[in-house]
């Protein structure tokens, strides 16, 4: 059984287009976050949510909406697409408490846009 | 920012031990040391956790030094398999939703 999913595992899209990516976790986990890798590799922190709140927005553009209709799933939207959003994007899931918060991730998003 | 510093690269024969370094010497007392390898763009895949203690596990073991500035992850016996980039990450573990701040990490490469 996959612990952390997302769907789509390939996403190739136009500019200015709208799309959204899906994350789901069966490891009870209440905390859901998303990552960005780009070209460069650098892995980076986009969101973060515990109990279906958001505890972490970084400096992410608005188009970038997450939404997390309950602890096991957190999808991520994204408006008016642009060249510089093609990237790689990971779901991870981890349960709050102590000596533990080890996150676990999915297999990633690859988002093309044209 | 990372607050780590590993080497770029290493090689590791088959069969050898895969012994990667680890600097933090701004560790703070509360912070967990982290280790985490990404194999060919997959999802980070978590290998071990320690604070204070040595740990082992069934993927690897972990040494931190006494003053916790720095630590090594061991592979016992490397595979070609275990090529893939190994990052080291510093974070408070009991605050929901901290994220893993990834730096630029190892790219270990196994050959036969």
């Known amino acids: 059984d996959t612990a952390v999913s997302q769907t789509p595992k390939y996403l190739v899209t136009q500019m200015g287009n709208d799309k959204s990516i899906k994350c789901e976790q069966n490891l009870g986990h209440d905390t859901m976050y998303w990552y960005k890798q780009d070209s460069k590799k650098f892995l980076k922190i986009m969101f973060s949510?515990?109990?279906?709140?958001?505890?972490i927005n970084e400096t992410v553009p608005n188009r970038f909406s997450p939404k997390s209709p309950d602890k096991a799933h957190l999808n991520l939207h994204i408006n008016s697409l642009e060249l510089g959003d093609s990237a790689v994007y990971f779901c991870a899931s981890s349960q709050s408490g102590t000596g533990g918060n080890t996150q676990y991730f999915g297999p990633g998003t690859r988002l093309t846009v044209l | 920012d990372a607050k780590t510093t590993q080497p770029p690269s290493m090689d590791c024969a088959e069969g050898r031990a895969a012994n990667l370094p680890c600097n933090h010497s701004t560790i703070s007392g509360n912070e967990y040391v982290y280790w985490y390898r990404q194999i060919h763009s997959q999802g980070p895949q978590y290998i071990i956790h320690g604070l204070k203690n040595n740990e082992t596990n069934e993927m690897a073991s972990l040494i931190i030094t006494e003053d916790r500035k720095s630590s090594t992850l061991i592979l016992p016996h490397a595979t070609l398999r275990d090529t893939a980039v190994y990052y080291c990450i510093v974070r408070v573990a009991n605050q929901a939703g901290t994220a893993l701040i990834f730096g630029k990490g190892t790219t270990l490469s196994v050959s036969s």
């Open positions: 949510y515990n109990n279906k709140e958001l505890i």
